[in-house]
Structures are given as C-alpha cells and as structure tokens.
C-alpha cells in the first residue's frame, strides 16, 4: 500500500466507527505556551481532555502533521543517520472523550492492523507492550484479543514512580496515564529484541501504534486523582507503518521518501540515493515547506530560528555533495506532488514557500563557504577531540552557524564540540538558540473560577448584571471598598473581554451605593474580569449593578477593527494569499496590523491598498455575523487566524459582499460605511519576512488629513507657492540649494588653497621638519584635508596641523609627509592634540582627524605642537 492508502485506510477505519474526521492542525499550536510546534495528534484536543473545551462529537480520528526540533521532543541531530528519526512526520490517531476506554481502544488497533478488510498484518508478527500495574489492558490482550502471553511484555517503571516507557504525561502535571504499545517483528535477521530488552535499540521490533489510557489527573504535588471522564489518545506515525506495508526496514525506503530522495539527488548531482545527506535534504523540505505554510517565517529567535536552523543544516547537506548553487527552494515542487492531494494548502502557497527558501539560501550562501574555510582551518589546527566552544560562538555569531550544524560538521570527523564554552560565550545570545526550552507551563497554575459570564455586549452597551466574585491582588474577597483597585466578575456583561487583539471595554459599574470605573476588562476561562477601581461606595459580592461601556470608545474600537478586517483582505488581494496576520492590536485612537511579506510596500502599493479599503469603505455594504461549526465556516471561505483557537461553534464575520471572510468574535460596525475613512499612517518591518501597517479610521482618520492639510499650507506659505504647485516650486528651491551648496564648496576649496599659500611662511623647522599649526577661519573638514594635502606637497619634510571652528566645535586634521612617518606619526600627533581639547582623534602614520569642544584652549594647544615635534624627535 501506497503511503497515502494508508493514511485514507485509517480514517475511513476509523470513520466507520463513529468517529469524527478532523482535520490537520496547525504546526503552530493555538495559543499554547508550552509547546513550541505541534508534536503530536492529541496537541489540537488537549482542551478537550483538560475539560476546558465541549466538542460535539465524543469520537474522533486525524491524520496531524507534526514536527519535532526543539523543546522536549527534539529529533534534528538524529535526522538522516537514523532509520526513523525525522523532523516533520504524520500521526495518524484516533480518541475518546469520555467515550470509550481500553478494551474498545485495543480492539480497534488489533482489528485496523490485522483484519483482511484492512492492512492484514499477520498477527504473529505483533507484539505488545502494556504498564507494569495495568492488569486490566493485559487481560484484554491476553483473553479477548488472544495474544499469547509470551507476546505481552509489561514495562516497569525506571527509578521513581511513573516513570516509565509505558506511562504517559501531557506535561509535569496535568491528564497522564498507562500507555500500551505494538510493536511490529521485523523478522529474526535484523539485529535487535524485543522492548525491555538490552537489545531494544535495534531494529527488528518496531513501534508502530501506541494507545495512551488518560485517567488521572496529576498535580503540582505529584498526587494522581482518576478523571471523572477516562479517555484514550492514539498515534501511529504513517511512515512507521508505511515501512512496514511496504516491506521495508527504513522509513527513507518507503514511496514518499524514494521519490523526494531522487528529487534532492537530481538537484543536487549525486547518484546514491543511500547517502545520508539526501535523506537530511529530503526530511528537512518535508518540515520546512509546512512551517512556512502555517506562518512560520526564518528568524532569529522562537520557531522562526528553528526554521533557519532546519534550512540551513538542509543547505550544508547540499554543499557537501558539492551543490554550491541554490537549490533546496527547488524541491518544493516535487513535494507538492506528493503531498499536495492530502494537504491543498501546499499547491496554494508554493510559490510563497518557494520564495521564502530562496531567499534564506541567498542569504546564508553569501557566508556559507567563508563559515566553512574557517571551521576547516580551525579544525586543521585543533588538538584533542572536542572543537572549542570560542569557535563555535565565532561561526555562529559571524557565519550564521548554529550549534547543531557545527556538531553535525565535527561528528563527521568523530569530534565532540565545547557546548559549556558555547554557552558562556553567547551570554545573553543564549535565549535565542535554547528558545524552546522556555515552553513550558504548569497545567494546574493559574486564576481558577467556576461559571460563566454571559457577553451581551454585541446587541447592547448597557444592562445589569450580579456580581458572582470579587478579586483583590489576585485573591477572591468579600467586598472592594472605596478607593481600593480591583476586579469585578459578573453572571452577564455588555462589556468586551481583550482577545483576538481587540482591546478590552471601559465604562463605568454602578449601583445604589457604589460606583466601579471599569479601566479594562479581560477574559480568564469564560469570565469577564472588569479591572478598575472603586470611585465611591462598597462593591460587595451578590450586587446587581448597572454595566454601561464607554459608547464612543467602543465605537472608535469597532471602526478600526472592521477596517483591519478589509485591510487583511486586500493586502491577500493585492500582494498574495502568502499574506497571514501575524499579529494586531486594535484599539480607539488607531489599528495595528502585522502580516507575513518578504519586503517593503512601495508608495504605489500603499495608496492603491488605501484606496481599495476605502472603496469597500464606500460600498456601505452590510457587515453579516453567522453562528456555525468550524466545517462550515470553511465551506464559506472564512480564514482562521494564525495562532488562534477556535471551540465547536464558531463566529463568521462577512464584510464588502463576502469579499472578507474571517471567523472573529470582536464588535463591529453594522455596515462599512460606518467607518467612514481609512488613512495609512505607516509601513514598516518588525522582523523577517513581516511587515507592519498602521492607520487610523472615521474622525481620527480626518484629523489626519486636517493635520497633512495644515502642514501643506504653512509649507506653501513658507515658500511663496499655493498648494497645487507645492511640488514644482518645491523642486526648484531644492534644485537652487544643491547649485548653491556646489558652489560654497568649490568657493572654500579656493579660499583653503589661498590660505595654505599663505601659511607656508607661518611653519617653524625643527630638527630638519617643517612644523604648522594653526587655525584656519570658515573651512569644514573636508577642506581641511585638502588643505593638508597641499601643505604636504609645499614644505617637504613636515607636520601639519590644522585646525577649524563652528560654534563650540572644532574640527581637527593632521598630516605628516611619508618622508617623516618613521620618526613622527599623525595618528600620534592627533591623539596628543585631541584630549586636550575635550576630544579624541586617530588616523595613519600620514594623516589623521580628531575633534574637540574646549575652543578656549585652542590657541596654546596650536602652540605646544612644535615643542611635542621636538621631544619626539628626541
């Protein structure tokens, strides 16, 4: 079978079952601070099993793509010189919420992988893991099942309690439990045995499904309590099982390998599709090509400097079989073809990937051979087995080198490297390269609140609602009493939470006998939490307050971010569906958005952006909300954002006759014409590959074109023109000053010769040198030079110093003839004068600047320099 019959097997298996097709994920996990890229299947439900999300299915089954190169799950080193091992893999899974639990669980993987109806692996070849204390899964595999007891191996835990290969954790606390794998019998002549074995590492038993049974809750303490729902979490890696489907002992042997490795090997000019090299080459594509896809950009920090990283360890793989031209941005095409059925959004965004990669190989080319001689000549001089940790900082910091790409280099040549020296060295440089490590969050910390607040806030601004808790300095209390800061919790709200980068509401909380200023409000699990202080009275725990939001910010806010809304779709109009929103904040007085793009907007582009929001603007076409689940909110075309998380139900906002589509759950205008006007204030770079636009809309937009106008007229004014013929007259004024500063130029040249001429008569000799100082009225730097040159040439054998004054600085240029520079040197003569002056200077032998600010002392400073002549003639 086919690499992607399995995956189609698997979830029309699953299907069949009752369980829901959901689809891929993003590799970037939706507002999740623990992990640095999605790692597995269960990353996108791990709500469900916390609790925190209600989906309307209890079943489930995906085939996730995955990355593992950084944090906790962390393959890259292992990449190409392992049979398994890969940065980007597929993990086919299926779950239960509440549902089913073991015996169900185990039932299903045994009938997928041996009934005829499905892969028909035959049963023999299958062995099966379970925990220690699991009784229970063993007497399911043992009686039901029929697997004989020679092929159930119990797994224990290694050095302290849970820990073991057969036990899973979502993290240090949180969902966690037994876990029971099958392992698949390559056959006696490949060298290994079986797991728990010395022999384990070997290649003949190979894991390839593993079913987590999640029934505890594990806390900060260590204490387990069972979850009032067991669920169960599968994945089995589609490579793993294609190997085996496909009669073959390495994951790079199976059909969508083979046909990337001879791609990379045409590319590239190599004829062993053996070498490790390509299989690097053909991994790396597979996870840079999909981060990229899902907005990932090359950086220096976070995921964007593991994408670096994964391109160019991909590259150096390429120069070493000796491809020096660009070349991986060429095997995104070839991945498409494979790939492209199951993931459409590869076809779509190819030409984006394919841009993205060029333009990072273009880059590290231009340091890549000279990183390389280095690291060659300092490994030539190296003694002992371990490259210095000073040498690795050196190529990373000034070739782009990562840690990772200079090990991979020296293990080559069976050498270690110095990663303690490494980290010393990069000091505070050191968050970027361990920027996964700081993924990490624990599950059970955080405000915990029961209930719900109820937003009313699209329809209305106003309405009462009871107040279910109080929260001062982080702690719930009784009551907030005059004067004092806080947060007020209601059973319903008018007032929008922050998300989505929408800011919160303000207003005012009011009752018979207190008044709240709402400063903020924000959203922690379903409550509103209105933060603010009390101006008047006591706000106690069961009042029914009056809730009112500030009406005109709330609509200031509306404006700006319908508009963010246009923006975002125009700019994928005009620049490419590459375009994602990578960040924005929205607020009363402007809108914020960042997006990905390779490079600058041109003036052109900016103002036909400008106008096509405003046209939209003046289409006043109604804005239409529509409550729906996430399958047909795609089928409307609705964009999900980068980064975010989305429930069950989701909210479609359509504006400009669809021409927008995007799910959001902030307030809005009720048609575009409501936001008026549009005026671009700014477009600037925030990091690689991203782009940032700010603007304004409806009266702050105006003010704007009042302030541009008032500035157009005091111009005009200034210059004796009108407004419509601002820019020629501009033009010629601009014109006359260039002609008139050419002039001035040429005018001290002549006025600098003239006075050198005079001077000549002012030099002193001392010991055979001609020696001037002296001041020279009305020069600049540059005609100081040129008049040393000149001076140079007149005396012969001499030292000039020279010296000009503007205001409270002087400017300073010293030159002696190369005649003299064994015996005298400017830069010498500069970093005497200097200092006295307030100052500092340096340069050659023969000429150099310096400045100062104690113009007082200038004139006995001049005088000293022939008596430093003579004592450094000696």
């Not at 390559?186 to 190979?206: K, L, N, V, Y």
């Not at 993205?356 to 000279?370: G, I, N, P, R």
């Amino acid at each position: 079978m086919k690499s992607a019959e399995i995956r189609d097997a698997f979830l029309n298996f699953f299907q069949s079952k009752g369980h829901q097709v959901v689809a891929s994920s993003s590799l970037v996990p939706g507002n999740d601070p623990t992990l640095l890229f999605t790692n597995a299947g269960m990353v996108q439900f791990k709500d469900v099993f916390l609790g925190d999300d209600v989906r309307s299915y209890k079943r489930a089954t995906s085939s996730q793509r995955c990355v593992r190169a950084g944090g906790k799950h962390n393959d890259l080193e292992n990449v190409g010189y392992t049979a398994r091992h890969h940065t980007f893999f597929e993990m086919l899974g299926n779950f239960s919420f509440g549902d089913y639990f073991k015996q169900d669980a185990i039932l299903f993987a045994w009938e997928f992988l041996t009934s005829p109806e499905w892969l028909n692996i035959p049963a023999e070849k299958l062995t099966v893991t379970v925990y220690q204390e699991d009784d229970e899964a063993y007497s399911i595999w043992h009686d039901q099942v029929g697997v004989p007891a020679e092929r159930i191996i119990r797994i224990g835990d290694q050095g302290e309690r849970y820990k073991s290969d057969n036990f899973w954790a979502m993290g240090d606390t949180g969902p966690c439990g037994p876990c029971t794998e099958i392992f698949y019998d390559h056959g006696a002549d490949i060298w290994g045995g079986p797991p728990g074995s010395p022999e384990e590492d070997g290649d003949r038993f190979i894991e390839i499904w593993n079913v987590v049974f999640m029934q505890f809750n594990r806390s900060a303490d260590g204490q387990m309590a069972p979850l009032p729902k067991p669920s169960v979490d599968t994945g089995m890696g589609l490579e793993r099982i294609a190997a085996v489907m496909q009669n073959v002992h390495s994951n790079y042997e199976i059909d969508l390998f083979q046909a990337l490795l001879k791609d990379a090997a045409a590319k590239t000019g190599t004829a062993d599709l053996e070498n490790k090299s390509l299989r690097v080459i053909a991994d790396h594509i597979r996870s840079c090509t999909f981060l990229v896809v899902d907005g990932v950009l090359p950086s220096n920090e976070g995921r964007g400097y593991v994408l670096r990283r994964i391109i160019r360890r991909a590259i150096r793989h390429g120069h070493k079989l000796g491809q020096k031209q660009a070349f991986f941005h060429q095997l995104v095409a070839g991945l498409v073809e494979q790939m492209g059925a199951a993931y459409p959004e590869l076809v779509k965004q190819q030409a984006q990937v394919e841009k993205v990669l060029l333009a990072e190989e273009q880059q590290f080319e231009k340091t890549l051979d000279k990183g390389m001689s280095v690291l060659e000549a300092a490994l030539d001089e190296m003694q002992g087995d371990v490259v210095p940790g000073e040498v690795v900082f050196t190529l990373y910091d000034t070739y782009g080198f990562p840690l990772d790409l200079t090990a991979d280099i020296a293990r080559e040549r069976n050498l270690g490297v110095d990663e303690a020296g490494y980290e010393k060295a990069m000091e505070q440089q050191r968050a970027r390269a361990r920027a996964a490590g700081s993924f990490k969050m624990d599950y059970s910390a955080g405000l915990k609140l029961d209930g719900k607040t109820d937003f009313t806030g699209y329809s209305q601004l106003a309405g009462e609602g009871k107040v279910v808790a109080l929260l001062k300095d982080g702690a719930e209390v009784d009551q907030l009493n005059e004067g004092e800061e806080g947060v007020v919790i209601l059973d319903q709200t008018p007032f929008y939470a922050e998300s989505g980068g929408q800011v919160g509401d303000c207003g005012y909380l009011s009752g018979p006998s207190a008044r709240f200023e709402v400063r903020d409000c924000s959203k922690e699990s379903d409550n509103h939490l209105h933060q603010g202080v009390v101006l008047s009275g006591v706000v106690r725990k069961s009042d029914k307050l009056q809730a009112e939001v500030d009406s005109q910010v709330r609509k200031a806010t509306a404006l700006n971010h319908s508009a963010t809304h246009l923006l975002h779709a125009v700019l994928r109009n005009t620049l490419g569906e590459h375009v994602t929103q990578k960040g924005s904040l929205v607020d009363s007085e402007r809108l914020r958005f960042d997006f990905s793009h390779f490079e600058a907007l041109q003036p052109e582009q900016i103002k036909a952006i400008e106008l096509q929001v405003n046209r939209l603007i003046l289409g006043n076409s109604e804005v239409k909300t529509e409550l729906c689940d996430m399958d047909a909110a795609k089928a409307k075309g609705a964009m999900a954002l980068f980064g975010e998380k989305y429930g069950a139900e989701v909210r479609v906002l359509s504006m400009g006759e669809s021409y927008s589509v995007e799910l959001c759950g902030g307030t809005h205008v009720a048609r575009t014409g409501d936001i008026g006007l549009f005026r671009i204030v700014s477009e600037s770079g925030v990091a690689a590959g991203v782009r940032r636009i700010e603007a304004v809309t409806g009266e702050n937009a105006l003010r704007l074109v009042d302030r541009n106008d008032a500035v157009l007229q005091n111009v005009a004014q200034l210059v004796k023109g009108r407004p419509d013929t601002l820019v020629d007259k501009v033009g010629q004024l601009v014109g006359q000053a260039r002609q008139l500063e050419k002039e001035v130029l040429q005018l001290k040249a002549r006025l600098a010769a003239a006075a050198s001429g005079d001077l000549l008569s002012s030099a002193i000799e001392v010991k055979g040198i001609k020696v001037l100082a002296v001041e020279l009225e009305g020069a600049d730097p540059k005609s100081l030079r040129d008049s040393v040159d000149q001076l140079k040439n007149k005396l012969g054998t001499c030292a000039v110093l020279l010296a000009a004054v503007e205001g409270d600085k002087i400017s300073l240029v010293a030159g002696v003839s190369k005649d003299a520079t064994d015996r005298l040197k400017a830069g010498a003569l500069m970093q005497f004068v200097a200092p006295k002056l307030g100052g500092k200077g340096g340069g050659r032998p023969d000429m150099a600047q310096g400045g100062g600010t104690d113009v007082a002392s200038l004139a006995a400073v001049l005088e000293s320099v022939p008596g430093w002549v003579e004592a450094q003639l000696g």
